[in-house]
């Protein structure tokens, strides 16, 4: 068996699982944000899970109900040319680029750590922060229904394969802590919102998962990374200075790198005090 549990043999697994499970996102980041507008915020964890399970995948302009030739994960897409089959209404490059992300999250993790509890968390992980970086960009909104289980299975992860349960709650009140402030200071010096506190509470699901040390190296690459996008777009008149701008994909970008990158945490870890 060893022989046949080769790199590649665990790749094609991955990004077969990892499709799968962007297909599902998709339906995840259409429906989540629908169901809490249709309730006004009061969606019980059964409403998610049978708004999530019915009615099957359905186009969203033509409310035609999808075939299983339409519903093939990343094939279906280039096939149909990322077009509905019945109205040829365009899905947009959002589904596409989940799937495929989430393919490449799951073999990366499953080449990594094998066929074990640990990559399938792991890659969970990393697919949530596309979801969550997906439903901000288009609703401005991280919903809690994602970040509380991401918050629970953070913990599991950390406390049987990371540095256990109090290096994850420190992490936690780590990156809570630190944008809090940063959000309050915000507040106090222009007197508007310049952060959602559905980031804040996203910093603690980070902190849960890369523990204390890998914080500091994870916000710091999300600002890093939204200074460095916003500050042209900004300069050349795309966006208002004061236009609300999503930060969950940010913190989703610091969140991966600090964690398909261990050695970040090392580095900063040198300079906290032991
Ligand atoms: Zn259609």
Redo the contacts with the bound molecule.
């Keep these: 068996m060893n022989g046949f549990v080769t790199p590649i043999f665990l790749s094609f697994l991955g990004v077969c699982f990892g499709a799968v499970a962007g297909s599902f996102l998709n339906v995840l980041i259409h429906r989540v944000p629908l169901l809490i507008d249709a309730s006004e915020g009061q969606v019980s964890v059964w409403g998610y899970i049978s708004g999530l399970a019915w009615p099957p995948s359905r186009?969203a302009?033509?409310d035609?109900a999808l075939g299983w030739r339409d519903n093939i994960p990343i094939v279906s897409y280039l096939v149909l040319r990322g077009r509905?089959r019945?109205?040829h209404?365009g899905y947009g490059v959002r589904h596409l680029a989940v799937e495929i992300f989430s393919a490449a999250a799951f073999a990366y993790c499953m080449v990594a750590f094998g066929l074990t509890a640990k990559a399938y968390l792991a890659a969970g992980f990393l697919a949530a922060l596309v979801a969550l970086s997906a439903i901000d960009i288009e609703e401005q909104l991280l919903p809690d229904v994602v970040l509380a289980p991401l918050f629970c299975l953070g913990l599991v992860f950390h406390a049987l394969y990371a540095g256990g349960l109090t290096d994850a709650g420190l992490g936690a009140a780590a990156g809570y802590g630190i944008l809090w402030l940063i959000r309050e200071a915000y507040r106090i010096y222009s007197g508007g919102e310049g952060m959602g506190y559905g980031d804040v509470k996203f910093a603690a699901v980070l902190g849960v998962w890369l523990g204390l040390a890998a914080v500091p190296a994870a916000l710091f690459l999300a600002f890093a990374g939204g200074s460095a996008l916003m500050l042209p777009l900004t300069l050349f008149g795309r966006v208002g200075e004061r236009a609300p701008v999503p930060f969950g994909p940010f913190l989703a970008f610091g969140g991966f790198c600090a964690f398909v990158l261990p050695g970040l945490a090392s580095l900063t870890a040198s300079v906290l005090p032991a």
């Design positions: 186009c302009t033509c035609h509905c019945f109205c209404d």
